[in-house]
């Protein structure tokens, strides 16, 4: 059973930058992993993902603004995400796709004031 932990959220004006991580319990290397965010009373969206080649995409809300990414050798996913709006409030969530299954973190929130 793969655990992750996000940490790197907070409260951060409009405009400003947070950097998220996600700690893996194991190797994510070829694994295909994701960030998503879920605000309150919505359902969670994707909002990043990077495959197993390690090719990204991105919702089209944060293209331009957001770069998931990760460092294998310390088995953590990352999520840079600049130029920030009070639309981007919500809940983020570490997602990995291993053994068939997914698995999640506990999520980490980021609050973007006007």
């Known amino acids: 059973q793969v655990q992750l932990v996000e940490s790197g959220g907070g409260l951060v004006q409009a405009g400003g930058s947070l950097r998220l991580s996600c700690a893996a319990s194991e190797s994510i290397f070829r694994t295909e992993m994701g960030w998503y965010r879920q605000a309150s009373g919505r359902q969670r969206d994707l909002v990043a993902v990077i495959n197993a080649g390690d090719s990204t995409n991105y919702a089209d809300s944060v293209k331009g603004r957001f770069t998931i990414s990760r460092d294998n050798a310390r088995n953590t996913l990352y999520l840079q995400m600049n130029s920030l709006k009070p639309e981007d409030t919500a809940v983020y969530y570490c997602?990995?796709?291993?053994?068939?299954?997914?698995?999640w973190g506990q999520g980490t929130q980021v609050t973007v004031s006007s």
């Open positions: 997602n990995a796709k291993k053994y068939g299954l997914n698995y």
